[in-house]
C-alpha cells in the first residue's frame, strides 16, 4: 500500500512509499481505511529534520497525525465496517505514569509517551492503519468532508476543558475571550468559544485573505492590531501563535482574576527586554492564572467530536483551502501563503 514516510531528523526526505507493509496485528484490532489526514506545522518541522522518531528497529516514519477513515473490520465489536472515525494521535507510556494509568496521557509525566506520526509509532498517512479501539474516535457520519480537522478541534476542546476547571476556583462569569492567531488551531479555538455563548475576539497580522471573513462568520470580531492596542481586557485569553512578544502582551493584557492560556509552541532562541517583575506584580495581585495546554485525551476527542457536529459545516469546509490526491503528496506539504489547513486526500 502507500505511505508518505520520511527519515527522522534527515531534512527534505520526504517521499511516497508504494509498497509500505499492510498494518500489524499488534498496532490494534480496528482496521481502518484512510479517507484523508491533515498537515500542519508539526508535520513541516518534521520534514525539516527537527524532529521525529521512528518506530523500534525502522528507519523511516510514516507522518501524519491528523486523521480521518472508515472502519474496514474490528472483530471486538466496538466499531461497525463502514464507521467513520479518527485515531487519538498520544498513547500511554509503558511504565505507566500516574497519569496516563488513568488515561490522562496527553498530562504524560516521564515523557514515554509515544505519538502517531511524530514518536515511535507509524502515522496515518498511509492508506491502511490500525488502533486499539480505544484509541478509534467515532464521528457524525455527516462530518466526513471534515472530519479531518477533529484532531486540531481536540487541542483547543483539552484548552477550553482546563480554562474551564482553573476558572472555577471561584464564582466564575466570563465574558470576553481572546484569541491570539487565526490559523487552524486559533480559528477552532474561536469556534467553541463561540459555542459557549462568549464575546470572542481574534487577532492575527493578516488583514486580508480567508482568516477576517471566517472570524466575522462566527459572529467574533477580527483585530489586526498589536495586543497593547485593543480597547478591552480579555477574561480568557488562547494564545495559538508561540510568538514571544505576543505571549508577554497577553499575559499583561488579561482582566484580573483572568485566564491565559498558552497553546503555541515558542521556537526559543529570541531574548527579549522585558520587566518580569512588574508582571509577576500584576499576576499576583490581579490572581491571573498562566497556563500550557498541549495534546489531548479520549475524554477531549469526544468532546471534539461533539463540537464538530454542532458547528456549521460549511464554516467547518471553508478552513480547509486545498484538498490534493495522495499522488501529489509533495505539493500538498509545500505551505502556501493563504493556507489555512490542507488535506491528503487518500479517498480519490
Known amino acids: ?118 514518536k515511535a509509532l507509524p502515522g496515518f498517512a498511509r492508506e491502511r492503519w490500525r488502533v486499539r479501539p480505544t484509541f478509534a474516535v467515532p464521528l457524525d457520519p455527516a462530518l466526513s468532508d471534515v472530519g479531518v480537522l477533529l484532531e486540531p478541534t481536540s487541542v483547543v476542546a483539552k484548552a477550553w476543558d482546563h480554562i474551564e476547571r482553573i476558572g472555577h476556583r471561584a464564582e466564575w462569569q466570563p465574558q470576553s475571550v481572546l484569541v491570539t492567531g487565526a490559523g487552524p488551531i486559533g480559528l477552532l479555538a474561536a469556534l467553541l468559544a463561540s459555542q459557549r455563548g462568549l464575546s470572542v475576539h481574534v487577532l492575527d497580522l493578516a488583514t486580508d485573505g480567508p482568516k477576517p471573513e471566517l472570524v466575522h462568520a462566527l459572529g467574533a470580531t477580527y483585530h489586526s492590531v498589536p495586543v497593547n492596542d485593543l480597547d478591552f481586557e480579555p477574561d480568557v485569553v488562547v494564545e495559538c501563535t508561540g510568538a514571544p512578544t505576543v505571549v508577554l502582551d497577553v499575559m499583561c493584557k488579561a482582566a484580573p482574576t483572568g485566564i491565559v492560556c498558552l497553546a503555541g509552541v515558542s521556537s526559543g532562541g529570541r531574548t527579549i527586554d522585558f520587566d518580569a517583575g512588574a508582571l509577576n506584580r500584576a499576576l499576583v495581585l490581579e490572581n491571573n492564572v498562566v497556563f500550557g495546554s498541549v495534546n489531548a485525551n479520549r475524554r477531549h476527542w469526544e468532546l471534539a467530536a461533539e463540537a464538530l457536529a454542532r458547528a456549521d459545516r460549511h464554516w467547518l469546509s471553508t478552513l480547509i483551502s486545498r484538498r490534493l490526491p495522495v499522488s501529489r503528496y509533495q505539493e500538498a506539504y509545500q505551505p502556501g501563503p493563504d493556507d489555512i489547513k490542507v488535506v491528503l486526500d487518500f479517498a480519490v
Open 1 to 118: 500500500m502507500r505511505a508518505v514516510t520520511v527519515i527522522p531528523g534527515v531534512a527534505d526526505s520526504l517521499a511516497l512509499d508504494e509498497n509500505y507493509p499492510e498494518p500489524a496485528a499488534e498496532e490494534g484490532a480496528v482496521l481502518v481505511e484512510a479517507v484523508a489526514v491533515g498537515i500542519c506545522g508539526t508535520d513541516h518541522e518534521i520534514i525539516a529534520g527537527h524532529y521525529g522518531e521512528a518506530p523500534p528497529g525502522e528507519r523511516r516514519l510514516v507522518i501524519g497525525h491528523e486523521s480521518l477513515g472508515r472502519v474496514l473490520e474490528d472483530p471486538t465489536g466496538a466499531l461497525q465496517p463502514g464507521d467513520l472515525v479518527a485515531g487519538v494521535v498520544r498513547h500511554p507510556d509503558p511504565v505507566p505514569c500516574t497519569n496516563c494509568a488513568v488515561g490522562e496521557w496527553d498530562m504524560c509525566r516521564n515523557g514515554r509517551y509515544t505519538e502517531h506520526g511524530i
